[in-house]
């Protein structure tokens, strides 16, 4: 009788542990839910959008969002008729090549570099999807596989910038004439990482999480291939639209002369991703 009893006591200790948990469970999922803190992952660039150019005029623009010029001695020279300067390859490569010109075509339009000299063609493109950080998107996630050119003058980048107002900008990836890549905040001054990276010719992974941390703030986290090296803080970043681009000026802060021949920049496997909270 004492051993039946036991059994039974034991059968209901273990009902009501087992009911206990369900209950909890369901509470907890609840209580997320209510709260607003069940994400979905969206994809908005998959890696693919290099495979062909219906694809890739599907994801991507030519040129800079402003015009042709920038900051250094290379003019963007990219169209759906004209890929010269940039163009895809079999295996989703893309490839932007400078061209060192025998003559300057005339300085460069862009505001603040108008006294700099165009002495290259090159390319650029930027997603048409752009990149707002706020409380329905609180984290961005964004990647590409990159071989750059380490020769002085060359100035390869994967980055992010303000669509109506600079600040902010990110540099997921920036090579200024070396084997040594920069990863830089903006928001006013200046946040770097620098990374000496061995084999930059080759193929290697540069990534950033973006992720809201406050009303106005956001924390970038750097990584290449995978290995975390810095957080920065993003002030004032907060709804505020950014572009991603992916661009080789030359020469500038990456030292002149540059190269006398033709420098190519190949990407690869460019991802963006965000998380919806609601």
Known sequence: MRNQTMKWCMLFACMSVSLFACKKGRVEVQSESENGKVKAWET???????????DFHAKWNYNYPWG???NG?????????NHNQIYLSSGNVLTIK???LSSSPGNSTSNGFTNVPIWYYSGTC????????ND?????????DFAVPTARGTWPAFWITGVNSWPPESDIMEFKGSNTVWQN???GSWENILTPVSNAGSYHNYKCWYNKINATDVECHYYIDNVWKARHV????????????INMQMERDSGSPGPSGDTFYTGKNVTMGRERAF
């Open 73 to 81: 001695t290379a003019r963007m020279v990219g169209s759906s008729t």
């Open 136 to 144: 329905q998107f609180p984290s961005y996630t964004i990647s590409g």
């Open 68 to 70: 042709t010029d920038h």
């Open 185 to 187: 905040t903006y928001d």
């Open 126 to 133: 930027h997603a048409k999807q752009q990149v707002v950080i």
């Open 98 to 100: 400078a061209t060192r």
């Open 44 to 54: 908005l660039i998959d890696g693919t959008s290099f495979a062909n150019y219906t």
């Open 234 to 245: 993003m002030s004032n970043s907060v709804n505020k639209p950014m572009w991603l681009i």
